[in-house]
Nanobody, 127 residues
Framework: QVQLVESGGGFVQAGGSLRLSCAAS????????IGWFRQAPGKEREFVAT????????YYADSVKGRFTISRDNDKNTVYLQMNNLKPEDTAVYYC????????????????????WGQGTQVTVSS
């Protein structure tokens, strides 16, 4: 059983940077993906980025491509989301989530692709 705990959220001015962490405890599997999603007030939860626990496969939403980078440290069982050039529209609660053993032909970008979620961390970007 994997558990996820996010950290690293905060308040930043537009153009600034933050790094979110998602610490996974418990056993992880090579076919798991860890994804980041975000949810702004009054909006649906949306996909941000995903990374396979083994290998180098990553995928990003168009809205963050070139500004956000997802990475992992297997020794620390942690996935990171480096967010640069932040914009006010990036303001949201950010969640990390884990798939089960995922063998789909597409990247897991739907909330239903993920079975385990962290508690979320707030990111606020001021203009």
């Amino acid at each position: 059983q994997v558990q996820l705990v996010e950290s690293g959220g905060g308040f930043v001015q537009a153009g600034g940077s933050l790094r979110l962490s998602c610490a996974a405890s418990g056993r992880t599997f090579s076919r798991n993906h860890i994804g980041w999603f975000r949810q702004a007030p009054g909006k649906e939860r949306e996909f941000v980025a995903t990374i396979r626990w083994s290998g180098t496969s990553t995928y990003y939403a168009d809205s963050v491509k070139g500004r956000f980078t997802i990475s992992r440290d297997n020794d620390k069982n942690t996935v990171y989301l480096q967010m640069n050039n932040l914009k006010p529209e990036d303001t949201a609660v950010y969640y990390c989530a884990a798939t089960g053993a995922y063998g789909g032909t597409r990247y897991p970008v739907l909330t239903n692709d993920y079975y385990l979620w962290g508690q979320g961390t707030q990111v606020t970007v001021s203009s």
